[in-house]
């Protein structure tokens, strides 16, 4: 009974640490296995640890409303409940969770968190101490962990996923038989010019799940996050430096966030985002984050933050510091039910890379670790019991299976720039239809032979089937913002 995890972010590590059989768990991951989005964040994950002044009842609130309506409300309470359980296994996997001066858990707060319940580690650093201290836990339980072999496609037969077909970064591939496949791939930053992401985050995961014939959902609904370093590699900067009283200016000085929304700064993410990225199309001019508040104490609350921003050469602890939004984070992909399984007999999927429901159309922040951490273990319970069929609600196929008539190859710049201008913070019809056209326009790699031509066709894939399902919805919803939409033009007028 052969598991193959693919991807070694929070949720892939807890399902192979979960899984009742380790020596039948094989984890496999494209490049080096602290080469993930969950490596990467800062920011914390979102639990509650504080009983007597937080509740799951309110942590389902703040995720709901967040959600824009669109969350699936039992997804979101299993999300919520099964939290403290799942902070509980990271703290004994060794992940150093940062404490206050008595000892206790320290929590900080986050955009539209109604109470301060988001834990740390390292101060910024959260997800490379719980990538380590995962890695760690799984590779001591004797699970395998190869690095730089990709998954090239799923291994189907009679409609039931069988395996996995691979290919190392050396050029070698083969097929590995597998009972179940678990897809723990991550995010699709790479969509885009700018993204806070890793470059691995090419969107494998749901590009071999719709080739393969899953269900996909929600596609149309990708976060921008605010405050990305103005400069190459969008560096992010935490919503935890705004969550501890940094503001926005323009520049100005102007506080413009205090008209756009009651909590400002600390408004939704999709508000904020799109507060921003209007501020600067309407004065031409970069927007700053201002943290001088802290001065010096920075370097000691944000140390990762503060090495990358004075690496920059841009003192921050004394001057405001230009930023942008960037792409950050998808919310939809391979429909799951509430134990990971997919529409698929035998393939799982878990993390950014499936849609639960518990984001909706927009994202609570610091609640896609848990995401990870809390189905990453309810996959791994289901596969104690075998694989089943999906058994969750039916959602609308979004999946794409039309091989279109294709002229031209893309680069991978013109493929980003054309899903920014298309598919970015707004959208309109005109402008989903160009993109639309112009994707189907491209080819992929007709016969990918290398990672990196894997990676561009499975982006190419996605755009298609996000800017497919951001043209139906018609309406705004949370992350997906359309400028015309009646109204939101009304609004505007
Ligand atoms: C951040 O630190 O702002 C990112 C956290 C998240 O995306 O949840």
């Known amino acids: 009974m052969t598991t193959v995890i693919v991807g070694t972010g929070i949720a892939g590590l807890v399902c192979a640490l979960a899984h009742p059989r380790p020596e039948d768990v094989l984890v496999l991951t494209k490049a ?22 937080d509740s799951i009842a309110a942590h389902v609130a703040d995720t709901l409303t967040a959600g824009a309506g669109l969350c699936d409300a ?3 309470r299993a999300l919520c409940a099964d939290g403290p359980d799942r902070i509980a296994d990271l703290i004994a996997a060794g992940v150093p969770f940062d404490r206050s001066p008595a000892g206790g858990l320290a929590r900080g707060l986050e955009a539209a968190h109604s109470v301060a319940r988001i834990l740390h580690a390292g101060g910024d650093a959260t997800g490379a101490g719980i990538a380590e201290a995962l890695l760690r836990a799984v590779t001591g339980r004797g699970i395998e962990v190869r690095p730089h072999t990709l998954v090239t496609a799923l291994i189907t037969d ?4 069988r395996g996995v077909r691979t290919l190392t970064s050396g050029g070698a591939g083969e097929d590995i038989t597998a009972d179940a496949v678990v897809l723990a791939t991550g995010g699709a930053g790479q969509l885009y010019p ?16 719709a080739r393969a014939g899953a269900v996909l ?6 976060q921008f996050h605010p405050t990305t370093l103005a400069l190459p590699g969008n560096f992010l900067i935490s919503e935890a430096v705004r969550g501890e009283g940094a503001v926005l200016r323009d520049h100005t000085g102007e ?7 009651p909590d400002a700064e600390l408004a939704p993410r999709d508000v904020v985002a799109r507060g921003v990225a209007d501020r600067m199309r309407e004065t031409g001019a970069p927007v700053f984050l201002d943290a001088t508040a802290f001065g010096d ?11 990358a921003v004075r690496a920059a050469g841009l003192d921050w602890a004394h001057e405001p510091v230009p930023i942008t939004p960037a792409a950050h984070y998808w919310m939809g992909g391979v429909a799951t039910d509430l134990a990971g399984r997919t529409s698929l007999p035998g393939l799982y999927a878990v993390g950014e890379v499936a849609r639960t429901g518990v984001h909706g159309a927009n994202r609570l922040a610091s609640n896609s670790l848990l995401e990870g951490a809390v189905f990453g273990h309810r996959a791994a319970l289901a596969l104690s019991d075998g694989p089943f069929e999906h058994a969750g609600k039916p959602v609308e196929d979004q999946n794409d299976r ?33 993109t639309e056209a112009r994707l189907a326009g491209w080819s992929g790699e007709p016969a990918p032979a290398t990672v990196a031509e894997h990676e561009t066709a499975n982006l190419l894939l996605a755009a298609r089937l996000m800017a497919r399902a951001a043209r139906a919805r018609t309406r705004s919803a949370g992350a997906h913002f359309r400028t015309d939409d009646a109204r939101v033009l009304e609004t505007a007028s």
């Open 32 to 53: 080096e296995p602290t080469a993930s989005n969950t490596f990467a964040a800062q920011g914390g994950i979102a639990a509650v640890t504080d009983p007597a002044g």
């Open 74 to 76: 039992a997804a979101v």
């Open 158 to 161: 009679g409609g039931r996923v």
């Open 194 to 209: 700018y993204t806070s992401n890793p470059e691995v985050a090419t969107a494998d995961g749901v590009a071999l799940a």
């Open 217 to 222: 959902a929600d596609l149309e609904f990708y």
């Open 255 to 261: 506080r413009f966030m205090l008209a756009v929304h």
């Open 297 to 307: 104490r920075l370097a000691t609350r944000f140390p990762s933050i503060d090495a």
């Open 402 to 434: 039309t091989v279109r008539a294709t002229s031209a190859r893309c680069t991978r710049d013109e493929l980003q720039q054309a899903v920014w201008e298309g598919v970015g913070l707004g959208r309109d019809d005109a402008g989903l239809a160009a």
